[in-house]
């Protein structure tokens, strides 16, 4: 699908910026512009689509459906919008159900998600025995955010017990003082719409912060970071994936042969690197 035409971009580059920075420049966006991410219509047009998926999840993270809905009305064409607003498993399954259905691929799409929850029952059941350790998520670092719609059910999906956050809510932010004492089993730096290298990076300038917080985690090599833009921010069905990566992360004797390179890692401050080099 990468050689098809991107058709939105965002308002600002944000290739090398930390949190704080992308912080700041997604606020000056949404209070200039409304919205963080616009539409290349000359392109849309030439796309000439039937059905136009948006998303009404959360207005940072893509395109709003507001903007979606008049791009497409300007076209004239008469194509169909499609919304999606999941905030929960339940819900991410719903969306799959309604995208096969205006695609007219309904029983496809009705087995795809037999096949998911198939994927996640397996996890569950390999999991089951497995002590469930207590885990703090964090989608952002600067400032803070705790996780909400179907990240904590990924979470407990995998084995253990979220301690931040709840399963349907929007994900909030936080202040790292009301962070400190958690002292979590596992720490997992997930920030949005980060790739794993990209959040390895972020986590190591914020080492002093996430140590504050998640010493023993850190101390006994159960903090990780993941590829969070492909398998934890989205709500489309790669979620299922994140939870396998979790699971094994979590529970690597159950997972011996999982797939983990370039999707999910042990993190290390990286003074501690340097001290091990």
Known sequence: MLDRPRLTAPRF????????AVDAAVREA??????VYRIDEESLRAARPDLVLTQAVCEVCAVPASDAQ???????????VLSLDAHTIEG??????????AANVADKANRYVAEL??????????????????VLGLEWLEPPFIPGHWVPQMIESAGAINLLGAAGARSRGANWDELLGL??????IMPCGYDLEASRRDANRYADRLLSVAPRAIEEGRAFVVDASSYFNRSG???????EILAALLHPHVFPDARLEGRGARWTPPTRNQSMA
Request: charged share 25%; hydrophobic share 40%; net charge negative.
């Open 70 to 80: 008049v791009a497409v009305a300007n076209l004239g064409s008469g194509a169909t």
């Open 92 to 101: 991410i399954f719903e969306t799959i159900r309604q995208v096969g259905a």
């Open 117 to 134: 929850e198939g994927r996640l029952a397996r996890v569950s059941g390999r999991v089951k025995a497995e002590p469930r350790l207590t």
């Open 237 to 243: 069905p790669r979620f299922v994936d994140g939870v």
């Open 30 to 35: 949404m209070a200039t512009a409304g919205s």
């Open 183 to 188: 002292d979590p089993d596992v720490l997992l």
């Open 13 to 20: 580059d944000p290739t090398g910026l930390d949190s704080g």
